[in-house]
């Protein structure tokens, strides 16, 4: 077996190579203009980085979201850590109607009869674990699933392993998976396609794009956007 044989049966990518098929315009000309296949990898694993909350992060996504539910692909929310805002999301074109909001946690408090439907149980650190892991398990399946565009998740500390089942997902269901985490994950070693850290700029409503991982050579790592 040759070494280009290998390469390809391991579905493994050389630095500076780009990754086939076209992207999905991030709807962001200058994000697009920056990275190597015209936008988000699609299907890929992207990771999205930021130092805290609340800095533009979906709506960094959002036209790419408005766009693949016009083509009526679904997009699966998996354990957000807020309901999505549907006259936001209309507002932004997304067909609300092919939004999919995976919540585990609630469907375990709406299976005791003894809580209220929107009050879920106290868990246990083991029990936290598990849920996690139950998470893990549905965006995982959720990006498997044939007629799912993209699908969204908002992890803690994730393992390589698991990094890489969702990379080999995102392939096997040809989706788009996007991971919000905490900037302290960037030192972390990942599979993922593409890796973006955003920063607030002080003084400005701009935010700074930088990448720090894709396929392909970016003619440059850095852009800013008003989000």
């Not at 999905?24 to 909350?53: C, H, R």
């Not at 549907?86 to 375990?108: H, T």
């Not at 992890?155 to 698991?162: F, I, N, S, V, Y």
């Not at 994950?185 to 599979?191: D, G, I, L, V």
Request: with cysteine; proline share 7%.
């Amino acid at each position: 077996m040759t070494l280009e044989e290998l390469i390809r049966r391991a579905k493994l990518w050389r630095a500076g190579e780009v990754a086939s098929g076209e992207g999905l315009s991030t709807g962001f000309e200058q994000l697009d203009a920056l990275l190597p296949g015209g936008g988000w990898p699609n299907p890929g694993l992207v990771e999205i980085l930021t130092a805290y909350p609340g800095i533009g992060a979906l709506r960094l996504v959002l036209p790419a979201l408005a766009k693949l539910s016009l083509l009526k692909h679904w997009l699966i929310w998996v354990a957000p850590p807020h309901l999505p805002y549907a006259p936001a999301l209309r507002a932004a074109g997304v067909e609300i109607s092919r939004l999919l909001v995976v919540d585990l946690e609630q469907a375990a408090a709406g299976a005791n009869s003894d809580l209220p439907a929107r009050r879920a149980p106290r868990r246990s650190k083991r029990a936290e674990s598990a849920v996690n892991d139950s998470e893990l398990w549905a965006f995982e399946q959720a990006l498997r699933f044939v007629d799912c565009g993209a699908a969204l998740y908002w992890p803690g500390q994730l393992e390589a392993l698991a990094l890489r089942r969702l990379q080999l997902a995102c392939e096997a269901g040809g989706s788009l998976g996007i991971l919000f985490r905490d900037q302290g994950c960037a030192a972390q070693s990942s599979p993922a396609s593409l890796r973006l850290a955003l920063n607030p700029l002080a003084g400005t409503q701009e935010v700074a794009i930088e990448i720090l991982k894709c396929r392909g050579t970016p003619r440059e790592r850095e852009c800013r956007l008003v989000l």
